[in-house]
């Protein structure tokens, strides 16, 4: 394979610039011509295209973000749509396309490569954590880290006026932001979209924690479960205390990549040009234990994500 095309789609994620730094790289360590496609599949159809050398990379890593923009494109759903992407393909002699993004962007992959035969490879990129076949997407430990941050800061106020903290983070369908920042930062409860919650059992331990001395409570909600002023408003009819709501909002999206995203944007990367030099098509990369693998990109995306009960019981248990 001697020319491919990159390109960043959906939702962007912290780690996707170390993943297009390394594809880039890869590509020109074997040879490769490497083509960028601006603002994802939309600039595919639009013919948004740019050479890339190791220059045009130089310096991206720490940034948050995507230096290719991204964008979400309803037209790559209709059949017309389609046809002009691979024309754009065809027109700069593009043979493989590395796709960075979610599950929908790897659903556009796959449509590409069933009906036109293009040699497609994906790349995970999504701060949800949301896709079952591996453990952990791109921008999901910077977006955790960030909330992380947040609401260390909200309990410091929250304590001084003791007060209860409801704060809404992302995620529409998953609810891993939430469960694994609400570990984090020691929440009262977290309510996720994947597990009925009982209010009165969350007003219960609140008032258990009180009772011992506590001062400050958090609870943590993702938004595919509940909009966190409305859970609010619920549990103000149940507790005496002062309560507020905080959404944090899309600063969940952008910032410094943390070095996890880092690395692994940078071993997806290198992965997803290796597969291609060596003939593989219609893959996606992940990591599993650590270890990056690659898999069939139809079997990926039919996979549906099953929520980590487990971790979600050790909240439970230690949670005062």
Not at 94 to 120: M, N, P, Q, W, Y
Request: hydrophobic letters at 40%; charged letters at 25%; proline letters at 2%.
């Amino acid at each position: 394979m001697k020319r491919i095309g990159l390109l960043t789609s959906g939702g962007d994620a912290p780690g996707m610039n170390a993943a297009i730094r390394a594809v880039v790289r890869t590509a020109l360590f074997y040879g490769m011509e490497v083509y960028g496609i601006r603002r994802g599949y939309a600039g595919l159809i639009e013919d948004d295209v740019i050479p890339m050398d190791a220059y045009s990379v130089s310096g991206i890593v720490p940034r948050g973000g995507t230096i290719l923009r991204t964008a979400r494109c309803l037209e790559l759903l209709e059949r017309e749509g389609q046809e002009k992407a691979v024309a754009t393909l065809r027109k700069y002699g593009i043979e493989g396309l590395v796709v960075i993004g979610g599950d929908g962007s790897f659903r556009g992959a796959k449509v590409l490569s069933e009906r036109f035969g293009i040699s497609t490879i994906g790349i995970p990129g999504t701060i949800d954590n949301d896709l079952e076949y591996t453990d952990y997407t791109l921008g999901f430990d910077t977006a955790v880290n960030t909330c992380i941050e947040a609401i260390g800061k909200l309990q410091d106020t929250m304590e001084s006026h003791e007060r209860i903290s409801v704060v809404e983070v992302m995620g529409r369908n998953c609810g891993d932001i939430a469960l694994y920042a609400g570990i984090a930062t020691g929440a009262d409860a977290i309510v996720v979209p994947e597990v009925p919650y009982d209010l009165s059992a969350i007003a219960a331990r609140i008032e258990r924690s009180r009772s011992l001395g506590k001062h400050v409570n958090t609870v943590v909600v993702a938004e595919g479960a509940m909009n966190g002023d409305a859970f609010a408003a619920l549990l103000k009819s149940l507790v005496k205390y002062d309560i507020r709501a905080t959404e944090i909002g899309h600063i969940q999206r952008g910032g410094t990549p943390t070095m996890a995203d880092r690395v692994l944007g940078a071993r997806l990367g290198n992965r997803a040009v290796c597969l291609l030099n060596e003939g593989a098509c219609d893959r996606v990369v992940g990591i599993r234990k650590n270890e990056i693998f690659d898999m069939d990109i139809i079997e990926a995306v039919s996979l549906k994500k099953q929520f980590n009960k487990e971790l979600y019981e050790t909240l439970q248990m230690i949670s005062m």
